[in-house]
Structures are given as C-alpha cells and as structure tokens.
C-alpha cells in the first residue's frame, strides 16, 4: 500500500514536469511574449533591455533549466501584467474554486445518485422514462448556455439572483447548478446503468429471499456493489470539473482558478498561465490518486499494486 | 423508448445536415450583411424569422451558416483524430514494448489536464481562427482513440485468425491492416460519434471564451458571446445559437449511443 502511493506520487512529479515542459515548450516557441506585451511605441533598445533583464535573450536550454529551478522552488516569476509572485495570484483564487467546484460536486452526487437509483429500481415506469429524458437533454445542453439562460430568467425577469460576482450564498447558486447540470445527468445515467447490472445477481435474489427490506437490499447490497464505475466516473469528472469551471467562472465573473487563467490567456501573461497549468495538474492527478485508494476501500478484493 | 431515441437521434442529424447544406436557400439574407436601420428586431418581423442583432444582421441566415462552420469543424476533427490517433493506437497496441510504453505515457500527461483547457492553451498561444481551433482540439482528442484502439488491438491479437495469419507467413503490415484493422473499425465509429458532439460544444465554448473563431463569422460560441451584452434587450440572439447548438449534440449524442449500442455494446467511453 505505501510503496503504491509513493510510486504513483513518483508518477505525478514526472507528469507535472512533462506537462510543465510542454507548455513551456509552446510558449517559447510561439514568438516573443515581451513584444505583445509591450506598447505599440516603444523603442527597440527598450524592448532589448527588458528582454535582458527577463533572460529571454539566453539560450532555450538556459532558460529551461532556469525556469524548472525555479518550478521546483514554486518560483515561477513575476505575472506581466499585476506586477507580482504568480503561483501566489493562483493560490489566492484557489479557494473559490474549490468551493465552487466543491459545491457542484455535492450537487451532482445527491442529485444524480438517487435519481438514478430510483430510475433502475422503477425501470420503465414513468418516473424512469422522464429521468431518461431529463439526463440526456442535460447532457447535450452546452454549460456555458444553460447558465446564459438561467441569467436570463433568474436575474433579468425574475430578478431574484444576482447576475455574476461572488460575496452571498446567492451568488453561488447558478454557478454551481450549471456547474453540476452537465456531470449530474452523465453520473445518473452510469448509476441507472450500474445497479442495474447489479440486481440480476445472484445474491440480490438472496437478499431478497432471506426476507430483507427493499431499501436494505438496494442501499447495502446493489448500490455498494455498482460503487466501483461510478466513483470512477465520479473521479474523473471531479478533474473535468476544473475544466467545466474556466467556462463557469468567466460567465458568472466568479473570481477562481478558471476565471484567471482565461485572463492570463488573453493577455498572454505566461508566468501566470504556467502557475495554473502547474496547479491545474497537480490537482487533477491527486484526484485520481484518491479514486485509486478509494477503489480498495469499496472492494477489498482490489489489490493496489506498484 | 430505444428506437425512439435512435430515430429522434437520425431524425436531428439530418436536420442539422440538411440546415447545414441549404442554409443559402433556407435564409434569403447573407450572415454578414448589417442593416442598421433594422438592429435588434425581435423573432417573427417580416423578412427576420428568427429576429435580427445589433448590426441588424438576420439571426436565422447566422444561426443556419453556423451549423455549416460546427458541422465542418465537428467534421475535420473527428477525422484527424481518428485516423491520427487509432493508427498511433494501432501501432503501439501491435509494437508494444517501448512504443508502447511512450504514447500511453504521453496519453496519461494529456489527460492530466483538462480537455477544453488545453485545446484553449494551445489556441491562445499558436494564435486564434478556424485551421488552429482544428488543430489544437484534435491535438487535444486523439488520446481517446488512441487508448480505445491500443486495448481493442491487445485482445484481437491473440486471437486465433491473426496467430493463423501470421503463421502462414503474412508480413505484420498486411496483418495489421488486413485482420485487425477491420476488427477494430467497429470502436473506432462508435468513439468518433461520441466523440463529435463532444468537439462541436467545445469549440462553441471555446469560441465564447475567445479563442476560437473570431466574429464576425457566425460561429455559435461567438455568436452567444456577443449576445451576453444585449441579454437585456434581446433575448433571441442568446436562445436561437444555443437551441441549435444544444439540438445538434443531443442528435448527435443520440446516434451514438445507438451506434454503440449496435455495434459495440460492452464500449465505455
């Protein structure tokens, strides 16, 4: 057990640094970040001189090994634009996009679990048939137009929900649901399909027979048992969920992680950017690591092997 | 309810396929053409059906060349990822070893990260149009088809026909391509039309957030991000893009769970 997580916290160092490398790789080799930075009138002696003192004008090897030097330390430079440390700006909107994100996943889990626990229960009955329709019209709906929308409802008719921006329990409420609508209705059809697997086996049928009540059978003995795909799907989804909030963030000028690296994009303030792919990574591959774990925790017979 | 959903599926595809092909006849108007004198003309005036936006530019011409721009777009990437990632897929299912070896590791670094994020990555910095949003969301999609086919490829095989064709002397390329290429196929559709809606809504998103492809060409995702600054006055140019744009995947979505469902049922993507 310990020698499997030390081996796959090995494995997220080398993908850090191989996604690290990759965008480095990019952004150097895309052209001169200083020149789209710079004012249209500025002299070439200037911008030469802030190349210099940047170290852009040094050798690509130099510059990598100065900047994975750096890396190492959580050093990744000055934003371009804010004029200060950039894993400290991405590590200040962190937080909200984990409540944000924590949120929608909480939203996701008590929505889609029993919904589709109950659809595979009730298979084809009317409530099932409009779970069907409900799950597959959710997962076609774009995020980014369903929050457009609900703007459109909530803070433009209704005016009952502010239209972005952060501070109030109101504030979070669009953000998350359309953070979840889309991973709610993937993670209830996957349950529908997974305990309803489980029913036909042979020991649901003991359960039953022994003369268990109903929501025991389902809850100890189907819903353990189909755990396995959905908490793998569960993982997964928990890292697109950071991708999910860059759209999210921007529309409801939510003030996280998503939100920032858009704006660092746009204004090519790569310090920035390399912060958040740092984190962005980081993040995505402790979560998978926690699915894994969690895998032997649900099914003993599981055995993690390095 | 099965045969509904495939037929619903087949029934929006081809709508959306023949919107696509007859937008120049469906709508009288040219997308790009602004009329200021006619700005911001809600659905069912004469002339607009579906309304017109800012420039008075018709709504129902924009939102129907749109569907040509997702379609096209939807189109070549699919394709470029899935030839580009089921041979890479097939090679190292059929090489193993190192290559093997390399591209799942190359695999598991992309997937480290978040597919919309890194196609919006690599368009902000290669630059912003229509030929680099195809390429930075294939060069971020071909891991799916890469994975999916390398585990098809390990289990064909050791089947009985490609240990005979090789037996009998058949160089590895004509049993590759002859005896497990064509076993293989099957998941290759299936993943390629779950695959397409998927690239159709992320190229709306990343073209609202800016990346993708720039107005004035009448794409979805700009087209929605325009409207976010006249949600107060006209709400047709935020819901029209997006009915069309939620339409299109959930036909497409819908033909592929049929797909997958004929064709390769124990598939999970």
Wanted: charged residues 15%.
């Amino acid at each position: 057990m310990r020698a499997y997580v030390l081996s796959r916290l090995a494995q997220t160092a080398l993908v850090v640094v191989l996604s690290l490398t990759a965008v480095f790789g990019m952004v150097r080799l895309s052209g001169d970040p200083v020149l789209l930075f710079m004012p249209m009138d500025i002299q070439a002696k200037d911008v030469n001189e802030f190349r210099q003192r940047l170290g852009f004008n040094d050798p690509l090897a130099v510059q990598y090994a100065r900047f994975m030097g750096g890396a190492v330390r959580g050093d990744f430079g000055e934003s371009l634009r804010y004029r200060s440390d950039a894993l400290g700006l991405v590590l200040e909107r962190l937080p909200a996009t984990l409540l944000l994100g924590g949120t929608a996943l909480g939203l996701t889990l008590v929505l889609a679990i029993p919904l589709g626990v109950v659809s595979a229960v009730h298979r084809d009955s009317p409530f099932d048939h409009a779970a069907t329709v409900a799950t597959v019209l959710g997962q076609a709906t774009p995020g980014f137009w369903l929050g457009l929308m609900l703007i459109y409802l909530f803070s433009v008719q209704l005016r009952w929900l502010p239209t972005g921006g952060t501070g109030t329990l109101a504030h979070l409420v669009m953000p998350s649901v359309v953070l979840a609508a889309f991973f709610a209705a993937r993670i209830a059809r996957l349950t529908r399909s997974a305990v309803l697997e489980v029913l036909g086996e042979d020991y649901v049928l003991t359960a039953r027979a022994k003369g268990l009540a109903e929501t025991r059978v389902i809850a100890k003995h189907a819903l353990r048992n189909s755990a396995i795909p959905i908490v793998t799907l569960a993982g997964l989804e928990a890292g697109q969920l950071l991708g999910g909030a860059v759209i999210t963030e921007t529309i409801f000028a939510w003030p996280g992680l998503g939100r920032l690296t858009v704006q660092a994009l746009l204004n090519r303030d790569f310090p920035v950017v390399l912060a958040a792919v740092f984190l962005i990574s980081v993040m995505y591959t402790l979560i998978n690591l926690a699915v894994d774990l969690l895998y032997g925790w649900l099914d003993p017979r599981v055995r993690l092997r390095a | 309810m099965r045969h509904l959903k495939a037929w619903l599926g087949i029934g929006l595809t081809a709508a959306t396929l023949v919107a696509a092909a007859a937008a120049p006849w469906l709508a009288r108007h040219d997308p790009l053409r602004a009329d200021f004198a006619q700005s911001l003309r809600p659905p069912g005036t004469p002339g607009h059906v579906l309304g017109t936006d800012q420039l008075g530019r018709d709504l129902l011409a924009r939102v129907l060349h749109g569907a040509r721009l997702a379609l096209f777009i939807g189109a070549c990437t699919v394709l470029i990822t899935a030839v580009g990632g089921g041979l890479l897929g097939l090679v190292a299912g059929f090489a193993e070893r190192w290559p093997s070896a390399v591209l799942m590791r190359i695999a598991d670094v992309q997937l480290s990260f978040p597919f919309i994020l890194l196609a919006m990555t690599i368009n902000a910095i290669t630059g912003l149009g229509l030929r680099n949003i195809i390429l930075s969301l294939s060069a971020a999609g071909w891991v799916v088809y890469a994975r999916v086919v390398r585990g098809e490829v390990l289990s064909v095989k050791q089947r009985d026909y490609v240990q005979a064709a090789a037996a009998l002397g058949m160089s590895r390329a004509r049993v590759l391509f002859r005896h497990v290429l064509p076993n293989v196929a099957p998941s290759i559709v299936v993943v390629a039309s779950l695959q397409f809606s998927q690239f159709i809504v992320a190229e709306a998103a990343i073209s609202f957030l800016g990346f993708g492809v720039q107005p004035p060409t009448p794409a979805w995702g700009s087209m929605l991000s325009e409207s976010r600054d006249f949600l107060y006055v006209a709400w047709w140019l935020a819901a029209f893009p997006g009915v069309a744009l939620a339409l299109t995947a959930l036909g497409v979505n819908l033909l592929g769970d049929w797909l997958r469902d004929t064709l390769d049922p124990k598939l999970r993507v």
